[in-house]
């Protein structure tokens, strides 16, 4: 009778969203493909478009495509940098670093749409962005990421008392695997970034290594 009753329910068991995805550098044309399918995996609550060498035109035709997959998954499309382009593409938000403008700004052309702020190691800049409500903070990067190689690096014991002074949903970022990422979620860390893992993986397929975070 256990036995029956655990089959029943296995199929209502869901996973935890807790992984923030971004884009690799360049999306080729198998990338839709593997999207779909590492978003199938249903631990996946954003996913970030961050291309930097990229014209505006490519740009809003790849996101345009990307949303559809995101949408049909449930999953949040955030573009990185570029506010201005979230209601062209039916995005649900936008990711800001501290050089990406005024957050102000951002705040109000996105209305009621997610807002991210890059906080590196910093107390001080995280206490800035909560005052015009962000939906989420990022520190980092904690290790060395083949994303951002020249990133400021960050200290993991700054989680601690990011725990203690920060009452706003953080992302943690830079170099998270599958070997550190639980460290963060009991530190506090709601979501982790992740991109090299799944994108640039030699010995696991995209599909294979988003199955490591739950």
């Avoid at 990307?66 to 949408?71: F, G, L, N, R, V």
């Avoid at 015009?132 to 903070?137: C, D, G, P, Q």
Wanted: aromatic share 8%; with cysteine; charged share 30%.
């Amino acid at each position: 009778m256990v036995r029956k009753f655990r089959k029943r329910i296995s199929g209502l068991i869901t996973l935890k969203k807790i992984v923030y995805l971004i884009s690799p550098n360049e999306i080729k044309k198998q990338f839709y493909d593997d999207l779909n399918k590492v978003l199938s995996h249903g631990n996946v609550k954003f996913f970030q478009l961050r291309l930097k060498k990229i014209k505006k035109n490519n740009l809003l035709k790849i996101a345009k495509k990307i949303q559809k997959i995101t949408y049909r998954h449930k999953v949040k499309l955030i573009i990185n940098d570029n506010y201005n382009l979230v209601s062209k593409t039916k995005a649900d938000g936008c990711h800001m670093g501290q050089l990406d403008g005024s957050i102000k700004l951002a705040k109000q052309k996105l209305k009621n749409k997610i807002l991210g702020i890059t906080c590196h190691d910093s107390i001080e800049l995280a206490k800035k962005a909560i005052k015009y409500k962000v939906s989420y903070l990022a520190f980092g990067s904690f290790y060395k990421s083949k994303l951002k190689p020249e990133a400021k690096k960050a200290d993991p014991k700054i989680m601690i008392e990011v725990k203690k002074k920060i009452k706003c949903p953080i992302v943690v970022i830079g170099g998270i695997n599958n070997l550190n990422y639980k460290k963060f979620i009991k530190l506090g860390a709601k979501y982790i970034a992740i991109s090299s893992f799944i994108w640039d993986n030699p010995k696991l397929k995209p599909e294979i290594a988003i199955k490591k975070f739950k």
